[in-house]
């Protein structure tokens, strides 16, 4: 019982970072994940604006034998440029392997869409996620986010974000997790960090850098 | 004889006014070469005109761009504009949506250039302004 409670936990935060899966074209994101529950570390290549490959990697650090890799395909399937807005339309899809019961190692699907709005004081995401793997049953991710700036900052200035995020988890087997966390995001040019804790104790903390 | 000495003078004099005109107005580039370009198909002296100009009215051109509201995700637009050999320096307001592009001295972008990069960031390309 206790591996699996690892094992979801493990699942449950590696999904949640992935706030860029498409950068600008020729672009290099690093981005990446850390709580009691995991270490997930991610990179990608933007071809295109609308089209980027990644990698990544996440293990549990309360045990290491619970690990995943995946390559995924991300894609920006619709973009609206507003005059005061910026609206995204994301999907991903991938496989790896994955040590999910840490013991064997099976082959996982990664299936995944995401929609978010923004303007300079407002923000909002929706995402909803799939981890397959041949032999267990599916893992199914939701998240809601919104966001506001206190104020709006330059372009070279240091901007900051309130942000609440909502997140449910379900497992095949019949587990449910649901769990709310504010968040304090802190950007400076191309470097991004949150930092929150969640209602129910857990701290998080995710950084992306992109070049 | 007198005749014959009168028309071959008056021959030259002809013959010498049009080839100081060929090398003055027509300014005909089979004649003689320059260093480092070729004349075919273009007036010389109107291209030295529009570098000129080129020169001292555009050493900086403002882009309208829309959709750049995140300055975390607009960092392309800088990156992808300072790496162009033109490009001497690149300035982002978000709040008129602008892009300034600073050129190096005699350096210009086409307009076709400049939309792609800003494409290629992810925001639509409005307009120079």
């Not at chain 1, 991300?74 to 790896?96: C, D, E, I, M, T």
């Not at chain 1, 709310?180 to 998080?204: A, C, H, K, V």
């Not at chain 2, 027509?26 to 004349?39: A, L, S, V």
């Amino acid at each position: 019982m206790s591996k699996l409670i690892l094992v979801m936990g493990m699942v449950v935060f590696s999904l949640t970072s992935q706030a860029h899966p498409v950068s600008f074209k020729g672009s290099t994101g690093i981005m990446g994940h850390h709580s009691p529950f995991m270490a997930h570390n991610q990179i990608n290549y933007s071809f295109e604006y609308w089209w980027a490959l990644g990698v990544h990697h996440f293990q549990n650090p309360q045990d290491q034998d619970l690990k995943a890799s995946v390559v995924t395909s991300n894609f920006l399937l619709k973009r609206w440029n507003g005059k005061s807005f910026q609206s995204n339309l994301y999907a991903l899809v991938g496989g790896g392997i994955s040590t999910l019961d840490g013991i064997e190692q099976k082959g996982t699907g990664a299936v995944g869409l995401q929609y978010d709005i923004e303007d300079r004081r407002y923000y909002f995401l929706a995402k909803h996620m799939n981890l397959l793997t041949k032999e267990d049953s599916a893992f199914y991710q939701s998240v809601v986010r919104v966001g506001i700036a206190p104020y709006e900052g330059d372009f070279d200035e240091l901007h900051a974000w309130l942000i609440l995020e909502w997140r449910k988890n379900e497992w095949g087997q019949g587990f449910v997790m649901e769990d709310t966390t504010p968040m304090l995001r802190f950007f400076y040019q191309n470097l991004l960090f949150e930092i929150g804790q969640s209602f129910r104790g857990i701290t998080r903390f995710n950084y992306i850098i992109h070049f | 004889m007198k005749t014959l000495v009168l028309i071959l003078f008056t021959f030259n004099i002809n013959t010498s006014f049009v080839f100081a005109e060929s090398q003055s107005s027509d300014h005909n580039h089979k004649r003689h070469e320059h260093k480092g370009h070729k004349h075919e198909g273009h007036d010389h002296k109107m291209e030295d005109k529009k570098a000129e100009f080129k020169e001292i009215s555009k050493d900086k051109v403002v882009i309208k761009v829309q959709g750049m509201v995140c300055a975390f995700c607009a960092q392309g637009i800088k990156k992808n504009f300072n790496a162009k050999k033109e490009v001497k320096e690149t300035k982002v307001d978000l709040d008129k949506m602008e892009v300034t592009i600073l050129f190096k001295k005699g350096q210009q972008l086409s307009k076709k250039v400049m939309e792609e990069t800003v494409t290629d960031a992810g925001f639509k390309f409005v307009g120079v302004k």
